[in-house]
Every structure is written in structure tokens, then in C-alpha cells.
């Protein structure tokens, strides 16, 4: 799989663009700034219905107008498929799939990519919320439809965390809740199935984190992955374990058992990563887990994924530039972003696209490459 067209039209500092995109290595060269990143972003949006960057959609519709369109031509052997967003400033976003008409949840069938980026860091030192969105979304990734389950667990948690702070504004006690009672029944249902899925993907990850450990890091050292969880895996006791913890919810106002307060622990030699791990150790420890996911991906029936390093070999020593280049060479197609042409090793020597405040200004390496700058013809009609 790769991605041979991606058209925007009103997405960040893209008034309008057309770039094509051949499979092998594309260099996207640029200062900061200049909207190199905004074009692997789209991208992700596109594989994942969401930015990796911000968390409200506004963000990615440029200033004074109301939507932005993103359009994708997907190849996969003989086949290409189009899927198209429109992302709302405010209210909900939409996606078609060959024309017609798809949920933004059923978004990772069509398109799998393997982002690496400086905020990779945070998995290791950062807090539990991170590492649970990174399970979580290599999840979806294999698994389209799990992206219905976490949303409707999401939304459990918040009416229910809703519930427990009305009832303890209120006073009200343990024993007149039976509106609790049905979001209990719901939390354990979807609950369990979340962390079932993340147990699952944690022991395939374990092995592929260790192997790719040692090739970015070019040492022996031990790295072990493990889901830390305090919710029982079985109904009647995770049901159990909720009851018990009613009063200490109500006087807290917080939903204190469930998926949304696991972590992942990551030992290095035995001893967490994060709180003893150098930072070279860390940086390697972060690759491995971005390079275990693409290999995973790699593994199931779809192929390989679309790996984007965006900004990366800046923030990475000589030796880790050269094994990480090494390691991703041999996917499909391997986008990076990247302020010099000397911050990207030989290995990963291809077409270069340079940008500069959202237009292509050069482009070698391909005669059918281009990018429409704002003058240029409008885009196709808008997704709906």
C-alpha cells in the first residue's frame, strides 16, 4: 500500500496542493514552519480520523475559512481507491471511500501508516495517557472496528463520571443509584473487550520491541513491555470490584476503575525506562516501539504500512540516524520531513520535495510530481 496522490484545499497554510507520490523514499525539505509537517499530518488524519498534533479539528482548517478537504488516491497493486475528508472548523467532520459515504471510525481500513516524531519521546517519559493512545490506535489500526468500542467506552466513562459528580453534589447515596447500575453493566462490557485487546497486543508487541531495541540501539540490552492494569479479567469480579469502589467514587466524583487508568510499563535491563533509561536509552526505547508497530502492521494480511518520520533524525545521534535508516528502507513507502538534506542518512537517499510556505519550490527526482499553489486550478468538488 501507498499513498500516489494527496490533494488539500484549505487545510493549515495549504490554500491549495497537489502532490504526487511515488513508493520508495520522499524527503520533504524545509525550515519550520513552512508546512512540510502539515502535508504528513494530513495523512495521519486520514489514516486515523484525528491529528497527532492538536486535539481540536479548527485547528487544521485554515484561518477564515469554515472546512478543509483532504483527498487521497490509495494504490495497492493493481487497485487505487480514493478516500476524502471534510474537516469542519466546528461541528462533525465527514469521509467518503470510492464516493460514497464512510464513518470516521471505519477511516484505518483504508490507509495504515507508522508515524515517528519528536513527541515520541513522551512515550517513555510522559505520562500513562500517551503510551494507552499509542496501544489503542495500533489496535483500531488492525482492527477497524475496536474504534467503535473505545468510542462508545469514552462515552460511558463521561456520562457516568457526569453521574458521579451530580451525586456527589447532591449527597445522594451508594444505594439510589440504579441509574449507575447501567452504565456499570456497559463499562464492564466494554471495559473487559478494551483490555483483552490491549493484553493481546501487548504480548505480539513484546517480541518485535525487542528485536527492534537492539537495531536501533545497537546493544543487548533486555527490554520487556507489560500491561499495567487493576481491572479483573472476568465479569462478575470486575462487576464486583466497581461495587466496592462505589463510595469511594461518589466521594471523589471520579470514575476509578476501567481502561482509562492503565499504563504501559517499559523495562530496560529491569528497571523502568522512564525513570532510569539515559536519554539516548529513551530515544532508542521510543523507535523500538514505533518500529515494533510497523513490523506488526508489516505482518497482517494488509502489508506494509506508510512510515512517516517527521522531523526526526535531528534529535537522534549519528549511530541511531544510520540504524534507523536502515531499519525503515525496506518499506513500501517511507515519507520524512526534515530542515536539511544532511539530517537524513544515504540509505534513505530518493526524490527530494522541497517546500516553502506551502508551495513546492523544487521537486527532483520525478517528472509527474507537482504542487498547485494558490493560483493554481480549484480542487475537486468537496467531499459531502
Given at each position: 500500500m501507498h499513498v500516489s496522490r494527496l490533494e488539500l484545499k484549505d487545510f493549515r497554510n495549504y490554500e491549495r496542493a497537489v502532490v504526487e507520490l511515488e513508493p520508495g523514499v520522499t524527503l520533504l525539505?524545509?525550515?519550520?514552519?513552512?508546512?512540510?509537517?502539515?502535508?504528513?499530518?494530513?495523512?495521519?488524519?486520514?489514516?486515523?480520523?484525528?491529528?497527532?498534533?492538536?486535539?481540536?479539528?479548527?485547528?487544521?482548517?485554515?484561518?477564515?475559512?469554515?472546512?478543509?478537504?483532504?483527498?487521497?488516491?490509495?494504490?495497492?497493486?493493481?487497485?487505487?481507491?480514493?478516500?476524502?475528508?471534510?474537516?469542519?472548523?466546528?461541528?462533525?467532520n465527514k469521509a467518503q471511500a470510492s464516493g460514497h459515504p464512510v464513518r470516521m471510525s471505519e477511516l484505518p481500513r483504508y490507509l495504515r501508516t507508522v508515524l515517528f516524531s519528536p513527541e515520541d519521546l513522551a512515550l517513555v517519559r510522559g505520562d500513562p495517557g500517551g503510551r494507552r493512545k499509542m496501544l489503542d490506535q495500533l489496535i483500531v489500526q488492525r482492527s477497524p472496528r475496536m474504534?467503535?468500542?473505545?468510542?462508545?467506552?469514552?462515552?460511558?466513562?463521561?456520562q457516568r463520571s457526569s453521574l458521579l459528580k451530580s451525586a456527589r453534589a447532591t449527597r445522594m447515596r451508594p444505594d439510589d443509584l440504579t441509574t449507575l447500575d447501567v452504565w456499570d453493566e456497559r463499562l464492564v462490557a466494554l471495559g473487559l473487550e478494551v483490555e483483552r485487546a490491549r493484553a493481546s497486543l501487548v504480548a505480539e508487541l513484546q517480541p518485535h520491541v525487542a528485536e527492534a531495541y537492539r537495531t536501533v540501539a545497537g546493544d543487548?540490552?533486555?527490554?520487556?513491555?507489560?500491561?499495567?492494569?487493576?481491572?479483573?479479567?472476568d465479569e462478575v469480579a470486575y462487576a464486583e470490584a466497581l461495587r466496592a469502589k462505589r463510595r469511594e467514587e461518589l466521594d471523589r466524583g471520579v470514575s476509578l476503575l476501567g481502561?482509562?487508568?492503565?499504563?504501559?510499563?517499559?523495562?530496560?535491563?529491569?528497571?523502568?525506562?522512564?525513570?532510569?533509561a539515559s536519554h539516548g536509552e529513551s530515544w532508542s526505547?521510543?523507535?523500538?516501539?514505533?518500529?515494533?508497530?510497523?513490523?506488526?502492521?508489516?505482518?497482517?494480511?494488509?502489508?506494509?504500512?506508510?512510515?512517516?518520520?517527521?522531523?526526526?533524525?535531528?534529535?537522534?545521534?549519528?549511530?541511531?540516524?544510520?540504524?534507523?535508516?536502515?531499519?525503515?528502507?525496506?518499506?513500501?513507502?517511507?515519507?520524512?520531513?526534515?530542515?536539511v538534506d544532511d539530517d537524513?542518512?544515504?540509505?534513505?537517499?530518493?526524490?527530494?520535495?522541497?517546500?516553502?510556505?506551502?508551495?513546492?519550490?523544487?521537486?527532483?527526482?520525478?517528472?509527474?510530481?507537482?504542487?498547485?499553489?494558490?493560483?493554481?486550478?480549484?480542487?475537486?468538488?468537496?467531499?459531502?
Amino acid at each position: 500500500m501507498h499513498v500516489s496522490r494527496l490533494e488539500l484545499k484549505d487545510f493549515r497554510n495549504y490554500e491549495r496542493a497537489v502532490v504526487e507520490l511515488e513508493p520508495g523514499v520522499t524527503l520533504l525539505i524545509g525550515r519550520n514552519g513552512q508546512g512540510k509537517t502539515n502535508l504528513v499530518e494530513a495523512l495521519v488524519v486520514v489514516a486515523t480520523g484525528s491529528s497527532h498534533r492538536v486535539s481540536h479539528d479548527a485547528a487544521l482548517v485554515r484561518a477564515g475559512v469554515e472546512q478543509a478537504f483532504v483527498r487521497t488516491s490509495l494504490t495497492n497493486g493493481e487497485r487505487t481507491i480514493g478516500v476524502d475528508l471534510q474537516i469542519q472548523a466546528k461541528g462533525s467532520n465527514k469521509a467518503q471511500a470510492s464516493g460514497h459515504p464512510v464513518r470516521m471510525s471505519e477511516l484505518p481500513r483504508y490507509l495504515r501508516t507508522v508515524l515517528f516524531s519528536p513527541e515520541d519521546l513522551a512515550l517513555v517519559r510522559g505520562d500513562p495517557g500517551g503510551r494507552r493512545k499509542m496501544l489503542d490506535q495500533l489496535i483500531v489500526q488492525r482492527s477497524p472496528r475496536m474504534g467503535s468500542v473505545m468510542s462508545d467506552l469514552e462515552r460511558v466513562l463521561r456520562q457516568r463520571s457526569s453521574l458521579l459528580k451530580s451525586a456527589r453534589a447532591t449527597r445522594m447515596r451508594p444505594d439510589d443509584l440504579t441509574t449507575l447500575d447501567v452504565w456499570d453493566e456497559r463499562l464492564v462490557a466494554l471495559g473487559l473487550e478494551v483490555e483483552r485487546a490491549r493484553a493481546s497486543l501487548v504480548a505480539e508487541l513484546q517480541p518485535h520491541v525487542a528485536e527492534a531495541y537492539r537495531t536501533v540501539a545497537g546493544d543487548e540490552h533486555v527490554t520487556e513491555i507489560r500491561l499495567v492494569s487493576e481491572v479483573p479479567d472476568d465479569e462478575v469480579a470486575y462487576a464486583e470490584a466497581l461495587r466496592a469502589k462505589r463510595r469511594e467514587e461518589l466521594d471523589r466524583g471520579v470514575s476509578l476503575l476501567g481502561p482509562h487508568r492503565d499504563d504501559l510499563d517499559l523495562d530496560l535491563g529491569g528497571l523502568l525506562a522512564r525513570h532510569y533509561a539515559s536519554h539516548g536509552e529513551s530515544w532508542s526505547y521510543a523507535l523500538a516501539l514505533r518500529l515494533a508497530a510497523a513490523e506488526l502492521i508489516r505482518h497482517d494480511a494488509a502489508g506494509d504500512p506508510v512510515v512517516i518520520l517527521d522531523d526526526v533524525f535531528a534529535e537522534l545521534d549519528a549511530g541511531r540516524r544510520e540504524r534507523l535508516a536502515t531499519a525503515v528502507s525496506s518499506f513500501e513507502q517511507v515519507l520524512i520531513t526534515a530542515a536539511v538534506d544532511d539530517d537524513v542518512p544515504d540509505v534513505l537517499a530518493g526524490r527530494r520535495i522541497r517546500i516553502a510556505a506551502g508551495v513546492v519550490v523544487e521537486d527532483s527526482g520525478s517528472t509527474t510530481a507537482a504542487v498547485v499553489p494558490a493560483a493554481a486550478e480549484p480542487a475537486s468538488e468537496e467531499a459531502s
